[in-house]
């Protein structure tokens, strides 16, 4: 059983910065495709950024030069460094872990973490 565990959430004032981090049970994170999701009130989680196995990165564009994603095989560890942010920011922040097979996707999730910006 994989279980993906995130921490660094929490509240925030506008401008300010955060880390989350995600933490994978088993080693699979090495080869798997991580990636951070935000879901607002009442909608689907978004994409936020992705890396691939081999430390290739993706953001959004609403992220993109404010936020930042790394991984850390060994550690087993995935950081999303958050800086300059804003309250359309607050949302629920879920890890993501997926490998695409041939004829299926292997996909799991963490719990997430709330992400509040606000004074």
């Known amino acids: 059983q994989v279980q993906l565990e995130e921490s660094g959430g929490g509240l925030v004032q506008p401008g300010g910065s955060l880390r989350l981090s995600c933490t994978a049970s088993?080693?699979?994170?090495?080869?798997?495709?991580m990636g951070w999701y935000r879901q607002f009130p009442g909608k689907h989680p978004d994409l936020v950024a992705s890396?691939?196995?081999?430390?290739?990165?993706n953001y959004a564009n609403s992220v993109k030069d404010r936020f930042t994603i790394s991984r850390h095989n060994t550690n087993r560890t995935m950081y999303l460094q958050m800086n300059d942010l804003k309250p359309g920011d607050t949302a629920v922040y879920y890890c993501?872990?997926?490998?695409?097979?041939?004829?299926?996707?292997?996909?799991?999730w963490g719990e997430g973490t709330q992400v509040t910006v606000g004074s």
């Open positions: 993501n872990a997926r490998f695409f097979f041939p004829s299926a996707t292997d996909e799991y």
């Open positions: 890396i691939t196995s081999g430390g290739v990165a």
């Open positions: 088993t080693y699979i994170f090495r080869t798997y495709t």
